[in-house]
């Protein structure tokens, strides 16, 4: 069984840094995409950014530049660096990814969530 588990959320002061990360474990034949979306209170689900297999990345205009993904492919891990963080960016973060596993069906799994905070 293919599972996500994000780590690394927390509280922070206004103008800090946080580095999440996601792992995927189980039998995985190979990762596409990975991602990180967040979902603050009463808002709709949004991406934070994106990542390809072959690390072409993409964001959303809002973030570029205090955003930063990255991923290890070896340790099927992705990571998103936050900084000059602003109460705005609190939201539970979540992580995704377009996984094929080595039996069964291709699809995108979900991690539960990490909860960052931003306090001014």
């Known amino acids: 069984q293919v599972q996500l588990v994000e780590s690394g959320g927390g509280l922070v002061q206004a103008g800090g840094s946080l580095r999440l990360s996601c792992a995927a474990s189980?039998?995985?034949?190979?990762?596409?995409?990975m991602a990180w979306y967040r979902q603050a209170p009463g808002k709709q689900r949004e991406m934070v950014a994106l990542?390809?297999?072959?690390?072409?990345?993409n964001y959303p205009d809002s973030l570029k530049g205090r955003f930063t993904i990255s991923r290890d492919n070896a340790k099927n891990t992705v990571y998103l660096q936050m900084n000059s963080l602003k109460p705005e960016d609190t939201a539970v973060y979540y992580c995704?990814?377009?996984?094929?596993?080595?039996?069964?069906?291709?699809?995108?799994?979900w991690g539960q969530g990490t909860q960052v905070t931003v306090s001014s």
């Open positions: 990542i390809s297999r072959g690390g072409n990345t």
């Open positions: 189980g039998s995985i034949f190979v990762i596409e995409y």
């Open positions: 995704t990814a377009d996984i094929v596993p080595r039996t069964g069906a291709r699809g995108a799994r």
